[in-house]
């Protein structure tokens, strides 16, 4: 056998299995608990030497974003929960105040380290790099006339300060604004205090110039500044609260920063028009309750006691930190051109099928089955798809899913133009996708008026699966074509993010997609598709039924062998049935970006599973499931992680890849390059940390996401997917090369 187990010790430990409770509470990382290990690899980065310095900023402003959005979604409805008393708990049995009392404990260290990370690393380095953050009292006279002439009019007309007194109760703060609380006396000795908050609307760092006559006096266009010295706006309107207050005396100012509760609900059974009720729901979310104030270390018992009081928070709730709060906005850094402290840039290349026949992408698609793994390719020949099709007079019909496609979507206004070409276009706009609601009502809106076929999904259910289906009519009847991907269709950010997509015309697939959209725009109760697995009808079931496929060829052969790339594993169902395959002898391979529940290397339960994760230049964004299913492989992808909301609660599709030669590079080239990564990938450990992976002795090191920049354009013009390569069949993989691997 490949893994050295004989028949009887399988059998063996089989029957231990059996005798081990695979609910127990052990056996689960928290979900909450678990988010903060993974945001602590975005700090790694900021904190890794080797990332250029400007990269290194960017990283640490991802870290506070994301910490921002944990607040808001994952803590905020902690909150709830212990407010509403909610007396279910997850798989790790936490109760709600037991969870909330962890995340602060196990946050503070790192907060503290990313704040020594950007005043004691990042900003000396800035600083011996020419980007200097400066302070007024160092400031010539000349620097300082500039800046306040700045503030009078470009800052100034802006502010609107707000008293507080009986007359003016506290007012409203903002989600996530930054804020400064100002304690004034008047002529009679009288204490007040004020709120000013510092405008969103206006770049935080303001450019100091160095000649006054050069036009360029709080540009705020950092990318054509050549001092590249700044100051914080917070702290020029510090240093000119007095014009705001005049006749009063500032005795003193301090910053802080509130988050609130954004997990809105929307009830859609209740709402007779989703549109309008997400849109109420989009306000209702800088208005929900406090969870966290943020204020600087240095505030005065009184300043924070008055805080505290008017905010309606617990000590709990509050963070001190060193000032400047809300560090998410350092990425305004990254916009200056200094290309020496940043990633070397790259070109996407069109794959070569798509380039040199570019004049009719469907006679492509016909011939076979087509990759594209963006950023390394080009995400071009997907907007070409729609682009062709909307001015084809052949094509009849689109449909296509959007969750979240961004501003000035190719993909959307080629839509738009089908339309206005006749065609039948229907666009299922997920109006519920997580702070994207606004824009997407923008573009359903939009395309409504140009007369496309908006709809909003299914009740109780957010549409987050990756389908554009074009239908056409050829000389030998109706052709469907059909892109399933697993990344949103948003040009900007497959830059950014690495996702798969293909395209197909295979009959089965098509028709399966057909009927999905007919179930989600109709009234079809479809619960089995031919090749597609489909949340939430049976996915979950058929994923489940492909590891205990894998249980049983292992037991045949065993060679059993699964490997998933993903972003999240939480669904307990999923987890307890990896749990079983373990224990039958199966070795499995999980990458998993973020949250992983799981809890790998516990002796006797799942010692031969290994969890990893890579966290690097780009974001790793595919779901790869792999089974070697006794050497009839399968490779499957598509939107869906292994999170109860994305197999209960989301419309989600996953598809196998059915061409025997991407199958093979999808598992070769890219799902084991990234495994074998000693460079980006942190392995998971039982206690639930996460250490750096190391090259053996000798070994060069491998950056997976350099690997795929230096040789994907190489491996796929080689390959015999491009190349005319075999259709139909089986992907078939090597024992040897499996024994190898593992």
Known sequence: MTDGQTAESRQQ?????????????????????????FDVKVLEEALDETNPLLERVRFLSIFFNNLDEFFMIRVGGLKAQLVG?????????????????????????????????????????????????????????????CLARYFEREVYPVLTPQAIDPGRPFPHISNLSLNLLVLLEDEEGIRHYARVKVPKNILRLVTVPCDTRNGNEGT????????????????????????????????????????????????????????????????????????????EQSIQKQDLDFLVG????????????????????????????????????????????????????????????????????????????????????????????????????PIVKALIEARRNGKQVTALVELKARFDEENNIVWA???????????????????????????????????????IGT???????????????VFTADRRICDDVTDLFNAITGYAKKTEYRELLVAPASMREELIRRIDREIEAHRNTGEGYIAFKMNQLVDKACIKALYRAATAGVRIDLQVRGICCLRPGVPGVNDRIRVTSIVGRFLEHPRIYYFHNGGESEVIIGSADMMPRNLDRRIEVLTPIKDPDIAQMVYRKILLVHLQDTEKTRELTPEGRYRRIASAEGEEPLNAQEEMLRNWKQWRSSDKEQNGGSKGGKFRFSPFTLSNYL
């Open 310 to 409: 008017r905010l309606q928070v617990t000590p709990y709730q509050v963070y001190m930190e060193p000032e400047p709060l809300g560090l998410s906005t350092i990425d305004e850094f990254c916009e200056i051109d200094k290309p020496d402290l940043k990633f070397p840039p790259f070109r996407s290349e069109v794959p070569p099928a798509f380039a040199e026949e570019s004049s009719d992408i469907f006679s492509v698609i016909k011939k076979r089955d087509r990759l594209l793994f963006v950023p390394y390719d080009s995400f071009s020949p997907v907007v070409d798809f729609v682009r062709q099709a909307a001015e084809d007079p052949n094509v009849l019909a689109i449909k296509q899913t959007l969750y979240r496609v961004g501003k000035d979507s």
């Open 220 to 295: 705020d266009d950092l990318r054509q500044q050549p001092e590249k010295e700044f100051i914080w706006l917070e702290h020029l309107l510090r240093h000119n609260l007095q014009t705001l207050f005049p006749g009063l005396q500032v005795l003193r100012a301090v910053s802080f920063r509130v988050t609130r509760n954004a997990d809105v609900e929307i009830v859609e059974d209740e709402a007779d028009d989703l549109l309008s009720a997400v849109e109420e729901g989009i306000g209702q979310r800088f208005f929900g309750c406090a969870v966290r104030l943020e204020v």
């Open 445 to 483: 809106r939009e395309m409504e008026q140009a007369g496309v076929h908006v709809v909003y999904g299914l009740v109780g259910l957010k549409t987050h699966a990756k389908l554009c289906l074009v239908v056409r009519r050829e000389e030998e009847g109706i052709q469907q074509y059909v892109h």
């Open 487 to 501: 990344g949103n269709y948003n040009h900007i950010t497959a830059k950014i993010y690495t996702d798969l997509g």
């Open 85 to 145: 008393g909610v007396l279910d708990t997850p798989p790790d049995g936490r109760t709600p105040l037991e969870q909330l009392s962890e995340i602060r404990e196990k946050l503070q260290p790192y907060l503290h380290q990313a704040s020594d990370c950007w005043h004691n690393r990042l900003m000396p380095a800035l600083d011996r790099n020419g980007i200097k953050l400066k302070d007024l009292n160092t400031m010539t006279a000349e620097e300082r006339d």
């Open 13 to 37: 430990e089989e029957e231990q299995t059996r005798d081990t409770d695979l609910d127990a509470y052990e056996l689960y990382f928290n979900r909450e608990l678990n988010w903060i290990d």
